[in-house]
């Protein structure tokens, strides 16, 4: 950028023009490594000795031949054309140079300029890769990373649309032996990694040795609680099985009782009637009671079951009574 200014000093008019460079506007038209030589090339083909010539670094005269004679810089870092050998060159090394060759008169012959960027060499990069659940993740590692540019390979294959620092592959598209390198590059250097085989099964997942611990005291713990429930429900069960069992057996126990007292009190009311009928004088044989009281049992013991429950109601049909020796026989 050219700024030109009118001043006075006095009653002299000055004139001048100042030139200077935004940082920010900065272009390298030559890129070099720390520790490489460059050369600047001039290429001025008509120069000879009665020439001037002239480099500068910046503001800095770093080359200087007037009429064949070299006063700054030395005459081996010149070419026949102009250009001058930068050599080993350092970070403080770069900036805008200039060479100009003059005619003997003065005039400008001819002239160059360019921007020097001198930047460090990229180190050799480190693949490693993870795991996932459905895919392989890899990782181009290399220190300070920042403006530089990634590049990945697949069985020997660029992958033109991958420049970033990291790669996903899915593991259906991944093949048994596929192997995969990066590579890392600047202006000035280029490094590449070693060659490296991914080994990932489908849905494998990868979990911490603590949650894996976790998780299996955890399933301990549900698994010795069920055995507690299922073992008091069984009890309960048991329990409740043997209370049933006892009622049906008591209940069939009660109705057999009921059954035989009401046997019993039909017996007995049949043998009481028996007793308490009145007998004529003479008092009748023992024998003639007894096959009575033996025809009222064998009748008792043939009734259906549902005599003994009108017996409770109802009083019993009177018995005939015996005949006595004494009793008439009707006339005819």
């Known amino acids: 950028m050219m700024v030109c200014f009118i001043a006075t000093l006095g009653q002299i008019l000055l004139l001048g023009c100042i030139s200077f460079t935004a940082a ?17 090339a001039f290429n001025y083909e008509g120069l000879a000795k009665s020439n001037t010539l002239r480099w500068t670094h910046d ?9 064949g004679r070299v006063t700054t810089g030395k005459p081996e870092d010149i070419t026949k054309t102009g250009s001058i050998l930068l050599k080993s060159v350092k970070l403080q090394s770069e900036g805008t140079y200039r060479g100009d060759a003059l005619h003997p008169n003065g005039t400008l012959a001819k002239t160059w300029t360019g921007q020097l960027c001198v930047m460090e060499k990229v180190s050799k990069p480190q693949l490693g890769y993870i795991c996932d659940t459905n895919t392989v993740n890899l990782n181009c590692h290399v220190s300070k990373p920042q403006g530089l540019f990634f590049s990945w390979t697949l069985d020997k294959t660029t992958l033109s649309s991958e420049t970033r620092q990291t790669l996903s592959i899915s593991l259906s598209q991944l093949k048994e032996k596929s192997s995969f390198s990066c590579s890392v ?3 000035v250097s280029v490094e590449s990694s070693e060659t490296v085989q991914p080994i990932c099964k489908a849905h494998m997942l990868y979990f911490k040795p603590s949650i894996v611990l976790g998780v299996l005291a955890g399933g301990a713990v549900l698994i010795f609680v069920l055995l507690i429930i299922i073992t008091v429900l069984c009890c309960s069960y048991r329990r409740t099985k043997t209370k049933m069992q006892l009622s049906d057996k008591g209940e069939f126990n009660l109705l057999s009782v009921n059954k035989g007292e009401a046997e019993s009190i039909t ?3 049949n ?5 308490s009928c009145p007998s004529p004088s003479p008092q009748p044989s023992p024998r ?15 009734k259906p079951p549902q005599l003994s429950t009108a017996a409770d109601g109802q009083q019993p049909s009177p018995v005939p009574k015996p005949r006595t020796k004494n009793a008439k026989t009707p006339d005819i």
Request: overall charge neutral; proline content about 0%; glycine content about 2%.
């Open 24 to 40: 920010n506007s900065k272009t390298c038209q030559i890129y070099a490594a720390v520790g490489e030589s460059v050369t600047l």
């Open 59 to 67: 503001t800095t005269i770093i080359f200087l031949r007037q009429q």
């Open 185 to 187: 590059a600047n202006k």
């Open 267 to 269: 017996r007995y009311e």
């Open 271 to 275: 043998i009481h009637n028996v007793e």
């Open 288 to 302: 003639a009671c007894y096959e009575n009281i033996s025809k009222l049992d064998v009748k008792t013991e043939t």
